[in-house]
């Protein structure tokens, strides 16, 4: 199975303040058609989690401008440009070109 | 809107079987792969599986292949996770979760199903 590794494991970070999430793939995750088969969700406490970035750098429909995504093969990062509060929670990334899928163990940002 | 509707918790006895749904609305259901996906307490989500809702055809994690079944009613939108055998280590939040139009991975999220497994 393809492992998934993020650092930091934990995030503290003033609000307006930029932030950083590393996810490296034992494997590589592009694929013959040019596309990074990596995705990163955000699991607010208590709910499901929610799809930020597809296909490595492509910001899902209602993400705000503020979170990017960028990477290729295997390695990749989430950046969110100024953390809001509303921003607190685990990001986990997740390879989609392998079978089994497999996620990230998580990354927890909180305010300071 | 998309909409992906689970049932409710269920709390099991070592050795039974659990039967997780999944009603859909709001897309055309037979377009789109539904996948499972289940999380422990304070763990990072693990894959279950993932069923070609068009053919019907399933695929699991080879861990939970003896164990599981996945399937789904067309008529009703909704698919079905079956896991059976059960032990304490399958207490978790199942989840289902729609594949995402471009990315091979989930886009839309379930709110997840409580399964307790407890003598």
């Known amino acids: 199975d393809i492992v998934m590794t993020q650092s930091p494991n934990s995030l503290p970070v003033t609000p307006g303040e930029p932030a950083s999430i590393s996810c490296r793939s034992s494997r590589s995750l592009l694929h013959s058609n040019g596309n990074n088969y990596l995705d990163w969700y955000l699991q607010k406490p208590g709910q499901s989690p929610q799809l930020l970035i597809y296909?490595?750098?492509n910001r899902a429909s209602g993400v705000p401008d503020r979170f990017s995504g960028s990477g290729s093969g295997t390695d990749f990062t989430l950046k969110i440009s100024r953390v809001e509060a509303e921003d607190v929670g685990v990001y986990y990334c997740m390879q989609g070109i392998h079978t089994p899928r497999t996620f990230g163990q998580g990354t927890k940002l909180e305010i300071k | 809107q998309v909409q992906l509707v689970q049932s409710g918790a269920e709390v099991k006895k070592p050795g039974a079987s659990v039967k997780v749904s999944c009603k859909t609305s709001?897309?055309?259901?037979?377009?789109?792969?539904i996948h499972w996906v289940r999380q422990a307490p304070g763990q990072r989500p693990e894959w279950v599986g993932w069923i070609n809702v068009r053919t019907g055809v399933p695929d699991f994690s080879q861990q939970f292949r003896a164990r599981i079944t996945i399937t789904r009613n067309t008529s009703a939108s909704t698919a079905y996770m079956e896991l059976a055998s059960l032990r304490s280590e399958d207490t978790a939040l199942y989840f289902c979760?729609?594949?995402?139009?471009?990315?091979?991975?989930?886009?839309?999220w379930g709110q997840g199903t409580l399964v307790t497994v407890s003598s």
């Open positions: 296909l490595g750098s």
């Open positions: 979760a729609r594949e995402g139009a471009r990315s091979w991975n989930p886009d839309y």
């Open positions: 709001g897309y055309s259901f037979t377009d789109y792969p």
